[in-house]
């Protein structure tokens, strides 16, 4: 059956052209890599991280890239009321919202065992009720321009790895919300998707405490751990962001899509 005129499309490619992307946790990582990318694709960006000299590197590269200046909102996202400044100013200075990327995260490491109350809320405070305060706010306008949510969660929210307690469970949360408000939200035709990576080289373990010989030690493991022997890299998932965020996947919603070398589809034995 032919499709309707109104959905008929035709060929996309991968571009964010004139759209209004508001990316967390874009002073470091995946973050700083997705506005990178974004800005080549020619969106407007609004971009939120903690730290605020990295934040600004990012926004110097993104401007390189792109005809467009940045709207910088630096802050911890634990903090309500700079949740909903990050809202208002990105709709006050641009006008609307397009895109949602939640990135901003953090990794604690620890066990049922040693994990404290402290770092258990921390971990959860950040990783899931930031990311669902955020995207409360931001959603009425997204609804206006019908545009879409992109979270960054991780494998170890579909598959249980030990001594990451917080973290697993906190991107099960990430990964159950993405789907719950894709089904909320598709009557109007708000789009929300996830990307769940694997080992990506950037920071998140060292600041999660792993010294350097740990850190390669612990990226030498992917070699057995990732189908593909390897870590992937930030551009590898900033790309398949960019891509759920576009109208070239204008027909995918409720996804939460490994990025991971194959790590998902792994057992041992």
């Not at 506005?35 to 110097?60: D, H, K, M, S, V």
């Not at 998707?193 to 920071?203: F, K, L, W």
Request: hydrophobic share 40%.
């Amino acid at each position: 059956m032919a499709a309707s005129a109104e959905h008929e499309r035709g060929d996309q490619v991968v571009s964010l052209w004139g759209k209004v992307c508001l990316v967390t946790g874009a002073s470091s990582g995946i973050g700083a890599g997705t506005a990178l990318l974004f800005a080549r694709l020619g969106a407007q960006l609004a971009l939120n991280g903690r730290n605020e000299e990295n934040l600004q590197e990012t926004a110097r590269g993104c401007e390189e890239l792109s005809d467009h200046k940045v709207l910088l909102v630096p802050g911890d996202l634990t903090d309500e009321s700079l949740v909903q400044q990050l809202v208002e100013q990105t709709v006050s200075h641009f006008g609307k919202l397009d895109v949602l990327v939640n990135s901003g995260g953090i990794l604690s490491n620890g066990s049922v065992e040693t994990t404290t109350l402290q770092d258990f809320d921390k971990v959860m405070n950040v990783n899931v009720r930031a990311m669902f305060y955020l995207t409360h706010l931001a959603v009425p306008h997204l609804i206006k321009t019908k545009g879409n949510i992109v979270n960054v969660s991780s494998i170890n929210g579909q598959r249980s790895f030990p001594g990451v307690l917080a973290y697993c469970m906190s991107k099960s949360a990430v990964d159950q919300m993405t789907r719950c408000a894709a089904l909320e939200l598709a009557p109007k035709q708000v789009r929300v998707n996830a990307v769940c990576p694997g080992v990506i080289i950037t920071d998140i373990h060292r600041r999660a405490g792993l010294n350097e010989e740990q850190y390669a030690q612990f990226l030498q493991r992917t070699q057995q751990t990732h189908a593909l022997g390897r870590p992937g890299t930030v551009n590898e998932v900033a790309q398949m962001i960019a891509f759920l965020a576009s109208d070239a996947a204008s027909f995918i919603t409720g996804v939460t899509i490994p990025v991971d070398g194959g790590r998902h589809a792994m057992c041992p034995r």
